[in-house]
């Protein structure tokens, strides 16, 4: 059991950085904060962070510019039956139980992250795991 269990303590200390990455930028997009819509743009980092999170690229997504042509054909107004509702109470809820689920992964995270590099014998080797953690996937990102 004790060898299952420095396996667990490796493997969670080698994989905390890229949970805590995905737990925050998912919650980011869990009320749309990586999308322009209205008047609301996104950070560009935001933006990228998305881009990383969901298509493993670090770019700005491409703004298309809109003409004034187009523009005063889109300005009639759809039928009333056609124009977009805000989302539900439940889902309304659901996304703030959600963003609720990703903030405490995170902390939950690092909690664990911190008692896996304090309470275990092979120090050095907990912290060689956890700068391996978040190098891997940078180089992997580079190259």
Known sequence: MSSIRLWHNYIGVFIA???IFFA????LQIFSLHESHGSYTPAVLIEKLS???KDQVFKQKHHEEHEPEAESKNDQQPP???QEEGPTLGTLLLKWFFLFVALA???STALGLWMGLTHIQRKRTGWWLLLAGIVLPIALFIV
């Open 80 to 82: 009333a039956e056609d």
């Open 17 to 19: 950085p890229s949970v």
């Open 24 to 27: 925050l930028t998912g919650a």
């Open 105 to 107: 992964l995170a902390t």
């Open 51 to 53: 881009s990383m999170h």
